[in-house]
């Protein structure tokens, strides 16, 4: 079977406890949450969770079923690539000297990123995107000198909602 | 009107028809407790708080209402853990109430706190801390709703003392709104149904596998009609036993490893298996590539993580079981089925010949001469070990709750609290726990319970001054090589048992005619110590890592 990155997402009622009995089920079933992602819907009382796992095919059945065993849980949905619409947010933080800062201002206009703080020695850029894209910046950035980064982890939606 | 959030627990409780609670008082429940002195609802207090969850869980299961446990916070509520689990394995309908520090102590490690919700997460079917007394009623009913519905299960309600102690409008109640499934129903389960039905009708080796679920969803009596309808033999899990009574040799008795090899090999031979209510555990299949390998099998559960976990069903319906029966039963054709009859019955008296064994030895026509010596109506509860193997294949359950065994989790010491649960719950019914020295002495407090509240509960405790399964497994698959299994014979369990008040006395399981008479006729409470050979095993026995047709002591071939 093959193992590749699954991404789910899970709508749960936004309180307390929820988010531990979610990534309980996650661990009981042996599986590691690669990238985590929750906040608020339209609705403040529900919450969506958007998770990516590394894992065999039938880890969704899996998965599924156990959480929807949780009576927090009110809906969980695979997003599968090529149906779903992908993004990721990350801030890199980079160490500057002068040579650098130039050349950094100078071909950050080559990807669709942000300067949203410049220092003197250090810089917060912005990048949003594809998981390709924002890899491709970090990886372009690496030679520079990358103090820190912060991902959002990924987020995702379903092109159209076939159920609704 | 003002009233107090134990007050509203209470009266809450009422409405959802709670006559008894199991418990333990401390520091931290103290409030529910003080209102208990205004309230109709019996608590029966207990010696140790696991004894209360498995009281609470034998309620349940001899009622099938919800049965209702408490302990304070911290060690009080670590105690119910093991019961809590016990219950979550089979699916008991129970709500938990745990006593909590104060709000404002909450993560402080105040004194006699634990995060309760935290320990008993996956052991639960959902949990709640209430915060506000204005939650308390709707908490409660949500609770209430989500143990008994869908698969059932233990929920819990941790309760901070202020809470509880504080004061509110009841007209201020505040709603907990329970959040809503989307996606909830299966569209296709008509046209499952069907293929069931066409399946069922076509096959020529079929028979019904009968779970635990058969019991929680209240639908023997629709099984029974599919059965007689259809003409179709059955076996049962451990926690199917006595689902479904009938003499008329369509019952071969529960699979698994320590099953009825009949059982065992019809399921190997079938070529269609309706599953209801059943979750195929590692003791009910063996190993599972060579679990009815002839088989097409169509699964019926409530819950749908239960569909396809070990065993891939080539037909599914997630569904109530009596629903599905109800409209099953008249869609399954009448079939005279007589070469796969004869074919059991020749293999049925093809194993008879070697009774001795199968039949359980002394230890089973023991339990056979107490059932005969109780009232038709008995209720049979085991412990876990070679007690509980014995009880589940010698006593014959003529109804769906005549016998209770902590089947999932396999917990010792659960018999004795449990019987008490029983007895308190259908007092008019006769009520014997079946256990063995290991698991008598886990929760032998309780005879204080029993003595004390002069429940007229039969205890058997077989004592072959052993750990007897446990002795079984080393002797078979660990070459003889005996260990950290020997209990001794040091204590004199019958003026144990008078120290505590309760009437007592001690017989070999040979010679145990007098006895059992005694016992059986005795007033109140009554233990009878039986001794056992400690070489007296369980066989047939399914070897780890074998098939379902591989038992030890079993036919050959």
């Given at each position: 079977?093959?193992?590749?990155?699954?991404?789910?997402?899970?709508?749960?009622?936004?309180?307390?406890?929820?988010?531990?009995?979610?990534?309980?089920?996650?661990?009981?079933?042996?599986?590691?949450?690669?990238?985590?992602?929750?906040?608020?819907?339209?609705?403040?009382?529900?919450?969506?969770?958007?998770?990516?796992?590394?894992?065999?095919?039938?880890?969704?059945?899996?998965?599924?079923?156990?959480?929807?065993?949780?009576?927090?849980?009110?809906?969980?949905?695979?997003?599968?690539?090529?149906?779903?619409?992908?993004?990721?947010?990350?801030?890199?933080?980079?160490?500057?000297?002068?040579?650098?800062?130039?050349?950094?201002?100078?071909?950050?206009?080559?990807?669709?990123?942000?300067?949203?703080?410049?220092?003197?020695?250090?810089?917060?850029?912005?990048?949003?995107?594809?998981?390709?894209?924002?890899?491709?910046?970090?990886?372009?950035?690496?030679?520079?000198?990358?103090?820190?980064?912060?991902?959002?982890?990924?987020?995702?939606?379903?092109?159209?909602?076939?159920?609704? | 009107?003002?009233?107090?959030?134990?007050?509203?627990?209470?009266?809450?409780?009422?409405?959802?028809?709670?006559?008894?609670?199991?418990?333990?008082?401390?520091?931290?429940?103290?409030?529910?407790?003080?209102?208990?002195?205004?309230?109709?609802?019996?608590?029966?207090?207990?010696?140790?708080?696991?004894?209360?969850?498995?009281?609470?869980?034998?309620?349940?299961?001899?009622?099938?209402?919800?049965?209702?446990?408490?302990?304070?916070?911290?060690?009080?509520?670590?105690?119910?853990?093991?019961?809590?689990?016990?219950?979550?394995?089979?699916?008991?309908?129970?709500?938990?109430?745990?006593?909590?520090?104060?709000?404002?102590?909450?993560?402080?490690?105040?004194?006699?706190?634990?995060?309760?919700?935290?320990?008993?997460?996956?052991?639960?079917?959902?949990?709640?801390?209430?915060?506000?007394?204005?939650?308390?009623?709707?908490?409660?009913?949500?609770?209430?709703?989500?143990?008994?519905?869908?698969?059932?299960?233990?929920?819990?309600?941790?309760?901070?003392?202020?809470?509880?102690?504080?004061?509110?409008?009841?007209?201020?109640?505040?709603?907990?709104?329970?959040?809503?499934?989307?996606?909830?129903?299966?569209?296709?389960?008509?046209?499952?149904?069907?293929?069931?039905?066409?399946?069922?009708?076509?096959?020529?080796?079929?028979v019904i596998?009968?779970?635990?679920?058969?019991?929680?969803?209240?639908?023997?009596?629709?099984?029974a009609?599919?059965i007689e309808?259809g003409n179709i033999p059955f076996v049962?899990?451990?926690?199917?036993?006595?689902?479904v009574y009938t003499l008329n040799g369509f019952n071969l008795g529960?699979?698994?490893?320590?099953?009825?090899?009949?059982?065992?090999?019809i399921?190997?031979?079938?070529?269609?298996?309706?599953?209801?209510?059943?979750?195929?555990?590692?003791?009910?299949?063996?190993?599972?590539?060579?679990?009815?390998?002839?088989?097409?099998?169509?699964?019926?559960?409530?819950?749908?993580?239960?569909?396809?976990?070990?065993?891939?069903?080539?037909?599914?319906?997630?569904?109530?079981?009596?629903?599905?029966?109800?409209?099953?039963?008249?869609?399954?054709?009448?079939?005279?089925r007589?070469?796969?009859l004869?074919?059991i019955?020749?293999?049925?008296?093809?194993?008879?010949?070697?009774?001795?064994?199968?039949?359980?030895?002394?230890?089973?026509?023991?339990?056979?001469?107490?059932?005969?010596?109780?009232?038709?109506?008995?209720?049979?509860?085991?412990?876990?070990?070679?007690?509980?193997?014995?009880?589940?294949?010698?006593?014959?359950?003529?109804?769906?709750?005549?016998?209770?065994?902590?089947?999932?989790?396999?917990?010792?010491?659960?018999?004795?609290?449990?019987?008490?649960?029983?007895?308190?719950?259908?007092?008019?019914?006769?009520?014997?726990?079946?256990?063995?020295?290991?698991?008598?002495?886990?929760?032998?407090?309780?005879?204080?319970?029993?003595?004390?509240?002069?429940?007229?509960?039969?205890?058997?405790?077989?004592?072959?001054?052993?750990?007897?399964?446990?002795?079984?497994?080393?002797?078979?698959?660990?070459?003889?090589?005996?260990?950290?299994?020997?209990?001794?014979?040091?204590?004199?369990?019958?003026?144990?048992?008078?120290?505590?008040?309760?009437?007592?006395?001690?017989?070999?399981?040979?010679?145990?005619?007098?006895?059992?008479?005694?016992?059986?006729?005795?007033?109140?409470?009554?233990?009878?110590?039986?001794?056992?050979?400690?070489?007296?095993?369980?066989?047939?026995?399914?070897?780890?890592?074998?098939?379902?047709?591989?038992?030890?002591?079993?036919?050959?071939?």
């Amino acid at each position: 079977m093959e193992m590749r990155e699954r991404i789910i997402a899970i709508l749960v009622s936004n309180k307390p406890g929820v988010l531990s009995r979610v990534t309980g089920v996650f661990g009981r079933l042996g599986y590691n949450i690669e990238s985590l992602c929750v906040a608020e819907t339209i609705s403040p009382e529900v919450s969506r969770i958007t998770s990516i796992t590394n894992a065999n095919s039938d880890f969704i059945e899996k998965v599924k079923k156990q959480l929807n065993r949780l009576v927090d849980v009110m809906d969980v949905t695979e997003l599968i690539p090529g149906q779903s619409a992908q993004r990721e947010m990350i801030l890199i933080g980079i160490d500057l000297d002068q040579k650098d800062r130039t050349e950094i201002v100078r071909s950050i206009g080559m990807f669709d990123c942000k300067i949203i703080s410049m220092r003197s020695n250090y810089c917060i850029i912005q990048v949003a995107g594809s998981r390709e894209e924002v890899e491709t910046v970090i990886n372009f950035l690496r030679p520079f000198g990358i103090d820190k980064v912060a991902r959002t982890g990924v987020l995702a939606l379903r092109y159209k909602d076939r159920s609704s | 009107m003002e009233k107090t959030g134990a007050e509203i627990l209470l009266q809450t409780l009422r409405e959802e028809g709670v006559d008894v609670i199991f418990g333990y008082p401390g520091a931290n429940s103290l409030p529910i407790h003080d209102s208990l002195n205004n309230s109709p609802i019996r608590h029966y207090l207990v010696r140790h708080e696991q004894a209360a969850a498995h009281a609470a869980d034998g309620y349940a299961r001899a009622t099938g209402k919800v049965g209702v446990c408490m302990g304070t916070s911290g060690p009080g509520a670590t105690n119910l853990v093991t019961g809590i689990a016990t219950a979550y394995m089979d699916s008991t309908p129970m709500v938990v109430l745990t006593g909590q520090v104060t709000t404002e102590l909450l993560g402080s490690d105040a004194f006699q706190e634990t995060d309760i919700i935290g320990i008993t997460l996956p052991i639960t079917k959902h949990s709640y801390l209430v915060s506000d007394p204005g939650e308390v009623e709707s908490t409660v009913k949500q609770a209430f709703e989500i143990a008994r519905s869908g698969r059932p299960g233990p929920v819990l309600i941790d309760l901070p003392r202020n809470v509880m102690a504080a004061k509110c409008e009841q007209s201020g109640v505040k709603n907990i709104a329970m959040p809503k499934k989307r996606h909830a129903g299966n569209k296709k389960n008509g046209e499952e149904l069907q293929r069931i039905a066409t399946y069922m009708n076509r096959s020529e080796r079929p028979v019904i596998l009968i779970g635990g679920g058969v019991k929680l969803s209240q639908a023997c009596e629709e099984l029974a009609g599919l059965i007689e309808k259809g003409n179709i033999p059955f076996v049962s899990t451990m926690m199917g036993i006595g689902s479904v009574y009938t003499l008329n040799g369509f019952n071969l008795g529960f699979i698994g490893t320590h099953g009825n090899e009949l059982a065992n090999r019809i399921v190997h031979d079938s070529d269609f298996i309706l599953t209801i209510g059943a979750r195929f555990s590692d003791r009910s299949t063996a190993i599972v590539k060579e679990f009815a390998p002839l088989a097409t099998i169509a699964q019926v559960d409530i819950d749908p993580s239960s569909i396809g976990k070990v065993i891939t069903a080539d037909i599914s319906l997630v569904c109530d079981i009596r629903e599905a029966l109800t409209k099953l039963t008249p869609l399954v054709e009448r079939k005279e089925r007589s070469g796969w009859l004869k074919r059991i019955e020749k293999e049925r008296n093809a194993l008879g010949k070697d009774r001795s064994m199968k039949e359980c030895g002394p230890a089973g026509a023991f339990i056979r001469d107490v059932q005969t010596a109780m009232p038709e109506k008995t209720i049979a509860i085991t412990d876990v070990g070679l007690n509980q193997i014995w009880t589940v294949r010698s006593w014959e359950a003529k109804t769906p709750r005549g016998m209770i065994t902590p089947g999932g989790l396999g917990t010792m010491g659960f018999g004795l609290p449990a019987a008490m649960g029983v007895k308190i719950a259908v007092p008019d019914h006769g009520v014997v726990v079946f256990t063995g020295d290991g698991g008598f002495f886990m929760n032998i407090q309780e005879l204080a319970t029993i003595s004390y509240y002069n429940l007229p509960v039969k205890i058997v405790v077989f004592n072959n001054g052993h750990l007897g399964m446990i002795r079984q497994m080393q002797d078979l698959f660990y070459g003889a090589r005996f260990t950290d299994i020997e209990l001794g014979d040091k204590v004199d369990i019958v003026a144990v048992a008078r120290g505590f008040g309760i009437q007592a006395d001690k017989v070999s399981v040979e010679n145990s005619g007098a006895g059992i008479e005694k016992m059986c006729s005795a007033d109140g409470p009554f233990l009878l110590e039986v001794v056992v050979d400690p070489d007296t095993y369980v066989f047939p026995i399914i070897p780890p890592g074998m098939s379902n047709i591989d038992m030890i002591g079993g036919r050959q071939g």
